[in-house]
């Protein structure tokens, strides 16, 4: 019995450390499809954003609310946002590169 019980609980540490006692928390993503309409005044107001993050060097948001939803993100290559996670249409997109060379970019939806 005791040999059982040794050799259940080495099966048990062998396994991946998610797989063990607790099932990791997934949380799976809609398919989300945008359409893209590109406004002027959500335009301008995304590169004002993205020029005044590069200038500061901010990581995060600036001014008010572009659109219904914003996003913004900072990096080396392409910057990636944040994304709504329901149905919307991207209404401006703009990236703008600090001195350093890290890009910032800013998107919104509506």
């Known amino acids: 019995m005791r040999s059982i019980l040794t050799i259940l609980i080495l099966f048990t540490l062998a396994l991946p450390a998610d797989a063990r006692l607790f099932r990791?928390?997934?949380?799976?993503?809609?398919?989300v499809a945008w359409s893209t309409a590109i406004r002027a005044d959500d335009q301008a107001a995304c590169q004002r954003e993205a020029d005044h993050m590069a200038r500061y060097h901010i990581r995060g948001h600036v001014f008010g609310l572009?659109?219904?939803?914003?996003?913004?993100?900072?990096?080396?290559?392409?910057p990636g946002t944040c994304t709504p996670y329901y149905?919307?249409?991207l209404t401006g997109d703009a990236t703008a590169t600090a001195t350093n060379g890290e890009k910032f970019r800013v998107r919104s939806w509506r």
Do not use: K, L
């Open 66 to 78: 572009i659109g219904r939803f914003e996003g913004c993100g900072w990096g080396r290559g392409t």
């Open 24 to 31: 990791r928390r997934v949380y799976y993503r809609p398919a």
């Open 87 to 89: 149905r919307m249409t």
